[in-house]
């Protein structure tokens, strides 16, 4: 296990590199001048050339990376170009917001999600099962920026039980911070959990047909029993690998719902500095998301073995 | 300062501008009492006013951005040695009176006595000359706005003197026309973190700055007297369904994020009110004349017969805007009424022939993606596709539309310079032969005779004139198509009151009264 994890964080070392050169060869192909767009159309060539060096990015390529790597492995992952903070401090002050956001998004989804995937697996081709299908195909195919507007419109405007948006943290008003949440997290909510609804019908159905269930039903076993013993045990696996997935990807960022309900995250952020050309914080963003992913995954393989003691990992 | 309504990140810093005689804004509700910079109001009414703002500043360091949304909040933390009027006339600020030479080289400014900085420090005439210094220096994004700056000196604490290489009869523009030319207080940028940290003379101080928003209190020992709320609070509302929204229960006071589109709807809106303004911004179409067919003047003057700006504007702004072939508005000091062409397509192929343009000649307008250049390049294709010519709509995001614009690698752009003030500042780059924003390579002898004159003649009304005949001469070789000037449209809560729209755009809170 120890030998196991070891082996998938050097791996994940790797992977990290590999992502860095992708990510700083693209950004540095796509066309689009740092310096120029911070100075707009109006400026002195000198005030060009003075903005290049402090940048660095009057050097070649090969010496750019590599002196960015050098930081990087300090922990330093530079400053912004447009205005001079470091990367980190501009990554973390956007974090909370963002973990806050993905948590209670996971968390509805999974409240959407496993009742109603369930549900609908122990009742297949009934009104139960149609209602089920209908309502996550639904939450996939309905625009999550739409939603939210109209979450907008009828819950702050007609009724006024919430704010329109904004973000406050956890820590300076806990009952400001959950209110502002509440939108945001079901509209994302709502679109995840209805991916995974499918995930769990299908799964819960699988599991349904195994032999162990049906001998567990044949001994007189309570219905509820051999559903949360046999049943949802088994199902959780593939619900922990969806589940995982979305969770990484939330914990990048989600612009569009972060637009709409102005909320300070990573989505915007990463945005931003593609807009801006602002390769330092873009390359720290995306470095970021990549550690996330590979966390996350860890986290999720190591889970499986928690759940089903047959996988072992060597 | 480009807007981000339009979501141009770009800052076409340009523009800032200045100053322009132009109408004040319809629908404001001015709060008569308190004359702003005369006295202060006697009873501070309170409360904190909270503002949408529909883009995120990039950074607070005056100096260094050149994006609108950092200049919104600016607006409120800093002064500048004299500042625009609503109608553009320069007006006494941390300067109150100030002198030029005969000659025209040297101006002496005497400044205000008894002014502080937030942090209680006392302003004196070594903080302008460190801020002044500071905006020419390299990493400044104002440093030419100082071209013909020669030196600065302080002969006393109370006197700022500015010598010049050459007349520049728009010194004032340069040095006041907006907020990147802030003064801070001797060594700011050593003590503080200007970036999101800010240390001014104006009406608020900046609390907190952060991906959140901005939160400013009043200071109640500015020169012009305290403010009449007790704070400011920005909050970055960049979608504008969910800005109209918090405006309309409440949750915001004021927001500039009005779509066009909306202005309608919302006039007839009880629970919002909406103030327009003409605005001294302009967007222009510009046909690369390094390029055949376009170096040929009737190819151009052809293309500008074949547009129907009418419909152009209709389709961006939704009328919210005024057609113009000239740069500003006619009613502003420098505006000058000149529109030689009028909407005709056959006169447009007329003129291609004569330039040898066959039919089917194609046209790339390259646009900034999400702008309102996208919906106007789509009324041009339709316009001149009934003169033979085809339009190719090049949508770009803007920081590749930047490059290609400094390389010259496009047929032809649409783009806005905002807040037109002085003639100098929107002529001069702009159309002389090796002008820095002559993107579009345009030479004239005869234009840059008389620009070269009017940007040193110091008699107002002698420069007006040859400004008015090189635009003519500018407008006849359709070096910079002009097409329109549109409105500044902002809204706010009912009841509010004290507070102007501005054609520059600047918003000014101190004097704000909120609504009961």
Not at chain 1, 179 to 188: G, K, Q
């Amino acid at each position: 296990m120890t030998r196991y994890v070891v082996r998938r964080l050097a791996q994940s070392a790797a992977v990290l590199a590999g992502v860095s050169i992708l990510v700083f060869a693209v950004i540095h192909l796509v066309p689009g001048d740092p310096i120029r767009v911070a100075l707009g159309t109006r400026f002195d060539q000198a005030t060009y050339d003075a903005l290049l060096e402090r940048s660095g990015l009057d050097q070649p390529l090969v010496t750019q990376y590599f002196s960015w790597l050098g930081s990087a492995v300090r922990g330093d992952l530079g400053v912004s170009f447009r205005t001079g903070q470091p990367v980190t401090e501009v990554i973390l002050e956007r974090l909370p917001a963002t973990a806050s956001l993905a948590v209670a998004a996971i968390l509805v989804a999974l409240l959407i999600a496993v009742p109603l995937g369930t549900v609908s697996a122990l009742r297949p081709r009934t009104v139960v099962d149609w209602f089920a299908t209908v309502a996550s195909q639904a939450g996939i195919s309905v625009p999550d920026f739409w939603m939210g507007i109209m979450f907008i419109l009828i819950f702050a405007g007609t009724l006024g039980w919430l704010p329109t948006g904004g973000y406050v943290g956890l820590t300076d008003d806990p009952v400001e911070w959950a209110r502002r949440l509440i939108m945001p997290a079901v509209t994302i909510g709502v679109v995840s959990g209805s991916i995974m609804t499918r995930f769990v019908r299908s799964s819960v159905l699988e599991a349904l047909g195994q032999e162990h269930v049906q001998a567990a039903r044949a001994k007189g076993m309570r219905a509820r029993d051999v559903l949360t013993w046999h049943v949802l045990r088994n199902a959780l696996i593939p619900l922990v690998t969806v589940g995982g997935i979305q969770l990484a990807y939330l914990l990048s960022g989600v612009v569009v719902i972060e637009i709409v309900f102005r909320w300070p995250g990573l989505g915007q952020l990463a945005l931003q500095a593609v807009q801006q050309r602002d390769y330092p914080v873009l390359q720290g963003a995306v470095l970021l998301f990549a550690v996330v992913f590979l966390v996350v995954n860890l986290v999720v393989d190591l889970l499986y073995a928690r759940l089903d003691p047959r996988i072992a990992y060597t | 300062m480009a807007s981000n309504r339009r979501g141009m990140a770009v800052a076409a810093a340009s523009t800032a501008l200045v100053l322009a005689a132009c109408g004040g804004g319809e629908g404001v509700d001015v709060d008569g009492d308190a004359e702003p910079g005369t006295e202060a109001p006697e009873s501070p009414e309170g409360g904190t006013l909270i503002a949408g703002i529909s883009s995120q500043p990039d950074q607070l360091d005056p100096h260094v951005t050149t994006a609108y949304a950092s200049f919104q909040i600016l607006e409120n933390v800093y002064d500048t040695l004299v500042a625009p009027d609503p109608e553009g006339t320069f007006e006494p600020s941390l300067a109150e009176s100030w002198q030029t030479s005969d000659d025209g080289l040297t101006w002496t400014f005497t400044l205000r006595e008894g002014v502080t900085f937030h942090d209680g420090s006392e302003f004196d005439s070594a903080d302008v000359v460190y801020s002044l210094e500071r905006m020419t220096g390299e990493e400044s994004s104002v440093a030419w706005r100082f071209a013909t700056v020669e030196s600065i000196d302080a002969p006393d604490e109370r006197t700022v003197e500015i010598t010049l290489t050459d007349p520049t009869p728009n010194l004032l523009d340069n040095i006041g026309g907006y907020k990147g030319m802030s003064i801070l207080p001797e060594g700011a940028a050593e003590d503080l973190d200007l970036t999101t940290e800010a240390n001014g003379t104006g009406p608020f101080t900046l609390d907190s700055f952060s991906a959140s928003g901005a939160t400013l209190s009043a200071f109640a020992d500015h020169w012009a007297g305290a403010p009449t709320v007790d704070g400011v609070e920005f909050q970055f509302t960049t979608e504008s369904a969910a800005a109209l929204t918090a405006l309309r229960t409440g949750e915001i006071h004021w927001t500039d994020n009005v779509p066009p589109q909306d202005v309608q709807n919302l006039e007839g809106d009880q629970d919002v009110e909406v103030g327009i303004a003409p605005s001294i911004d302009y967007w222009y179409l510009a046909l690369n004349q390094a390029q055949e067919p376009w170096d040929d003047v009737d190819a151009r003057r052809g293309v500008a017969f074949g547009l129907d700006r009418e419909s152009i504007t209709e389709a961006t702004q939704f009328g919210a805007a005024t057609v113009n072939q000239t740069a500003i508005p006619a009613d502003s000091f420098w505006g000058h009424d000149y529109a030689p062409y009028g909407y005709d397509p056959e006169q447009a192929r007329e003129l291609l022939d004569s330039a040898g343009v066959a039919e089917g000649q194609t046209l790339g307008i390259m646009v900034v993606t999400d702008t309102e250049g996208v919906q106007a390049a789509q009324v041009m294709q339709a316009n001149l596709a009934e003169a033979g010519i085809e339009v190719e709509i090049q949508q770009e995001e803007s920081a590749t539309w930047l490059d290609r614009q400094g390389e010259g690698d496009f047929d032809a752009f649409m783009w806005s310079w905002i807040g037109n003030l002085d003639p100098f500042g929107f002529y001069h780059a702009q159309h002389v032969c090796d002008g820095t924003f002559n993107f579009q390579g345009y030479c004239n002898e005869e234009v840059d005779a008389l620009l070269e004159q009017a940007a040193a003649e110091t008699d107002q009304d002698a420069r007006k004139a040859l400004y008015d005949q090189a635009a003519e001469m500018i407008v006849d070789d359709a070096s910079y198509i002009y097409l329109y000037n549109p409105d500044v449209v902002q809204a706010w809560v009912p009841g509010l009151s004290g507070y102007e729209v501005r054609p520059d755009r600047a918003i000014n809170f101190e004097q704000v009264v909120l609504p009961e």
